[in-house]
């Protein structure tokens, strides 16, 4: 098999779902990963296969460890390879910052075990394939909440805090061989926040997110595919690296 393949977690919607669809866009072939509804994948494997890509769609909860070796066998027993790794699946429980008690161990435990011990487990998994890649390349999707100190629970800001510095030290150990890079969104006009905050409260933090930013504008998931793209597929001399999405929240006006 000469086309490449990407595996990308949590790509039912959203970012997953608009990264999924450019991958196979450029020629690849991709495997959409879902956990929950098979539906919404369905539809984002067809579209995958209307631009030529082969898709194997596949349902895993990332945050169990067997479950992604059982994903990387699959992967390995289809395609026969993996060149690039999307850890994209994600969650949050929405509590206000302030909301002390709006948290508690389970809460922590099960975004964690998601947002950071899935990334890790997704990429031992696939290890030893990207290892056998020409050029083999991680992108974790983190967020710009830990950059900024805000975001959707203090939960969320420190597992995506965490994730950042994880795949610092996994460039550095997967390195010469397998590059791993970070890609920092901003807020997302996706219906995962749409549906989390409700429309009164996603129109209101669009209206605070839009006159905070130096660009004036949320960003939407296409854009943060691209930059995805170019972190797997082109930036061959980058690894380590954190790259901002977020039509300028973070420098701010």
């Known amino acids: 098999m000469t086309r490449k393949v990407c595996v990308i977690t949590g790509s039912s919607s959203g970012i997953g779902a608009a990264s999924a669809i ?11 990963n879902y956990s929950r509804d098979s539906g919404p994948a369905e539809k984002v494997a067809s579209i995958c296969r209307e631009h030529g890509a082969e898709v194997l769609l596949e349902r895993a909860d990332v945050s169990y460890d067997a479950q992604c070796a059982e994903f990387a066998a699959r992967v390995q027993a289809r395609f026969g390879r993996c060149d690039a790794v999307v850890n994209n699946a994600g969650t949050t429980k929405f ?7 709006g948290l508690d161990a389970g809460d922590f435990q099960k975004i964690y075990g998601v947002n950071l011990i899935g990334p890790f487990q997704m990429i031992r998994a696939f290890a030893p394939m990207l290892k056998n ?3 083999p390349s991680v992108v974790n999707v983190s967020s710009i909440a830990p950059l900024i100190g ?3 629970s203090l939960a969320y800001i420190a597992s995506k805090g ?4 994880l795949s610092l030290a996994l460039a550095r150990t997967l390195g010469p061989k397998i590059r791993v890079n970070v890609v920092a969104p901003g807020m997302v006009d996706s219906p995962w926040l749409r549906n989390g905050l409700g429309a009164e409260r996603f129109g209101h933090m669009l209206q605070s997110y839009e006159s905070a930013s130096a660009l004036g504008t949320l960003v939407h998931p296409e854009e943060v595919a691209e930059t995805i793209f170019y972190l797997a597929a082109k930036a061959a001399k980058t690894t380590g690296e954190v790259h901002v999405v977020d039509g300028g929240r973070r420098v701010g006006r």
């Open 133 to 135: 890649a020409e050029s």
């Open 22 to 32: 450019l991958f196979s866009q450029r020629g690849w072939n991709v495997c959409v």
């Open 150 to 152: 805000g975001g959707s």
């Open 95 to 101: 509590v206000d910052l302030n909301n002390l008690d």
């Open 162 to 165: 965490a994730l950042n510095a």
